[in-house]
């Protein structure tokens, strides 16, 4: 979680949800728990996803669209507002450039909130999701 004042950035938490479980079922249910926890203890009134894209992989493409519609699931019934940004968009609002690889990202992440050592890229890429969505949401008072 990620907040904003003025151009100053704070991070107040992070982690990487790695479902578990013997069968997707279980494992998409264990996410929408874990998932509505992080909510419950945490309180958000917005989330920004990533958008679905198309890998090379079929099965992995169903498995994140699986996820991923759990995730908006879970904000939906939390009556969360949620905004969707391209892998290009986010990119482009970390590092400046929409064909970023992902060591930018982290590097350019820990940057913007002052850590002291790359988080790992499932974290960064989340983060970075928050800081565009910061970048791209209405200023307060416009």
Avoid: C, W
Avoid at 62 to 79: K, M, T
Avoid at 84 to 94: C, G, L, N
Avoid at 100 to 124: C, N, Y
């Amino acid at each position: 979680m990620v907040t904003a004042e003025g151009n100053r950035y704070h991070l107040l938490d992070f982690g990487v949800i790695r479902p578990k479980g013997d069968d997707r079922s279980t494992r998409l249910s264990d996410l929408a728990e874990r998932l509505a926890k992080v909510i419950e203890e945490h309180g958000p009134d917005q989330a920004a996803v990533e958008t679905a894209f198309t890998g090379r992989n079929p099965r992995s493409t169903v498995v994140l669209a699986e996820a991923r519609g759990v995730i908006l699931s879970v904000l939906g019934s939390a009556r969360i507002g949620v905004t969707d940004y391209t892998p290009a968009e986010v990119k482009k609002s970390i590092v400046g450039h929409g064909r970023a690889e992902k060591p930018q990202i982290a590097f350019m992440v820990s940057r913007l909130l002052g850590l002291h050592k790359t988080p790992p890229h499932d974290a960064a890429d989340a983060m970075a999701i928050a800081l565009t969505h910061i970048h791209h949401r209405p200023r307060q008072g416009q």
